[in-house]
């Protein structure tokens, strides 16, 4: 007889008891059920009125999924009415959208957001609870922040019409004041989001490390305390040997321990699982994910997540199917729509620019122009994931452009790419994929990636 555990090895129930479903990790949709996935939601007005450019082809794809997922990445309120301020504190820009966003986004086809990330916490605690309460009232699920740790790591739920989807969402990447907090005694819980904390250790090759370990053994204030062959701690950073040189990171056990039960009881109470990363690391110059995310990807799956989707690094990283289910490791940017205005003195400070003589536009020009001028930041996929007898059978990629070319204003608005752009578009998603082993085939200008029932790939 099959016995149900927790990783803890504690008993969940028998088949056969009244609660004998309550481990189980199965999906439970109705035949047809899809979710649409896309990046970041970077978009500071409302769109769907005016006749953007192939815009309407976009939405039209958004509008025809059971859920349609997107990463948050701007605050919405009023800054005539706002009673909070830009924190010192921030993402590299505050990003700032108006009120009548919320109900745009609904209109779109939106129903489910994401929102830890860089971001969350731009303009403070305020902007989060009035970001909050837009997404509340036009009835858009988001998940990711709240006033303590408990609520920012929950799952929430949206219902659909062939089952119940939950949805995680956790950053990695964040300002360290945005992290949330639980009560301890008689400390009151801390608003902020929900995080996975990453330590990060910088690998060199062998004769390197001597180097800094020399560096370090002269500085003033320096004590052994015990020698370790193979790494050096400088100035507040871990470096390790090794034959590479590059990034490494270890999660938090604490971090991962929660988000693997938030996962586990977000499915017990759902038939689909969303789990979202929003992770910079270990760089937007970098085409693969940073080397802990796979494993953790996987692991999240395991626990009953149905799909992993990555976002941060405002670029497309490569496609995994594991079990059946997709791990998108990174989808880029769905807008790049930064008219948000105003932003806050320090950001002022950061491009040598002075609110007195320089525009908002003019700062945050400067602030793309410091990583952000390739076109590839402006080239992304809608993704379409079909499930049939509870399997993803069909996942279809349409290739997407911003408008890399267009002046400021008009930029960032995202319409279909075709010919040599779609096809370049794909076979770089197809180039970051293959080390997964996904097979991704081009027909007519859209990616597909198909799988037979019941199998893994």
């Known amino acids: ?18 609660y004998d479903t309550v481990g189980s990790i199965a999906t439970n949709v109705a035949d047809g059920f899809t979710m649409v996935a896309v990046g970041d939601l970077i978009v500071s ?11 309407g082809d976009i939405v039209k794809i958004l509008r025809d999924a059971d859920v349609t997922f997107g990463n948050l990445e701007v605050n919405i309120f009023d800054i005539r009415s706002f009673n909070g301020s830009p924190q010192a504190e921030y993402g590299g820009a505050y990003h700032l959208s108006l009120p009548e966003v919320g109900p745009d986004l609904k209109e779109m086809g939106f129903n489910i957001v994401g929102r830890a990330n ?4 731009d303009w403070g605690v305020e902007g989060m609870r009035e970001t909050s309460r837009v997404l509340d009232q036009n009835g858009i699920i988001h998940a990711g922040v709240g006033e303590n740790l408990a609520q920012a790591g929950a799952a929430r739920f949206l219902e659909t019409a ?7 969402s956790f950053a990695t990447t964040f300002a360290p004041m945005a992290r949330a907090g639980d009560p301890a005694g008689e400390a009151p819980g801390r608003p902020g989001l929900n995080a996975l904390r990453l330590a990060q250790n910088i690998i060199v090759p062998p004769d390197l490390l001597e180097s800094l370990r020399s560096v370090r053994d002269v500085l003033p204030g320096y004590r052994v305390v015990g020698r370790n062959p193979d790494q050096v701690v400088l100035a507040g950073v871990t470096f390790k040997a090794g ?9 938090d056990p604490r971090d ?11 499915k017990q109470f759902s038939d689909f699982c969303i789990v979202t990363n ?11 994910p940073a080397d802990y995310e796979q494993s953790f990807a996987r692991r999240l799956i395991d626990a009953g997540a149905d799909a992993y989707v990555g976002h941060g690094p405002h670029r497309l990283r490569g496609i995994e199917i594991y079990k059946g289910r997709p791990i998108f490791y990174s989808l880029g940017n769905f807008f790049e729509d930064d008219l948000g ?9 950061e491009y040598a620019k002075d609110p007195r003589v320089d525009t908002d536009a003019e700062v945050k020009v400067a602030e793309m122009a410091s990583g952000f001028t390739d076109p590839i930041f402006y080239e992304s996929i809608v993704t379409v994931s079909r499930f049939e007898q509870n399997q993803l059978t069909e996942l279809l990629l349409y290739p997407i452009e911003l408008g890399h070319s267009k002046r400021f204003a008009d930029r960032g608005i995202p319409h279909l790419a075709t010919g040599s752009q779609a096809r370049g578009i794909l076979e770089r998603l197809q180039k970051h994929s293959e080390p997964f082993g996904t097979k991704i085939t081009i027909e007519h200008s859209i990616g597909m990636i198909r799988l037979k029932p019941g199998s893994s790939r």
């Not at 007889?1 to 009244?18: A, I, K, V, W, Y």
């Not at 991962?256 to 977000?266: H, M, S, T």
């Not at 932003?343 to 002022?348: I, Q």
């Open 45 to 55: 007005r409302a769109l769907t009125n005016y006749q953007h450019t192939g815009f």
């Open 278 to 288: 929003h992770a910079h690391e270990p760089g937007g110059w970098c085409e693969e």
């Open 1 to 18: 007889m099959e016995e149900f555990t927790h990783e803890n090895g504690s008993r969940l129930g028998q088949p056969g008891d009244s």
């Open 243 to 251: 034959d590479t040189a590059g990034y490494s990171y270890e999660a």
């Open 256 to 266: 991962v321990a929660d988000i693997l039960r938030n996962v586990r009881r977000g």
């Open 162 to 168: 062939r089952g119940r989807v939950a949805m995680l």
């Open 118 to 121: 860089n971001h969350s916490l």
């Open 341 to 349: 205005t105003p932003s806050g003195a320090d950001m002022f400070d």
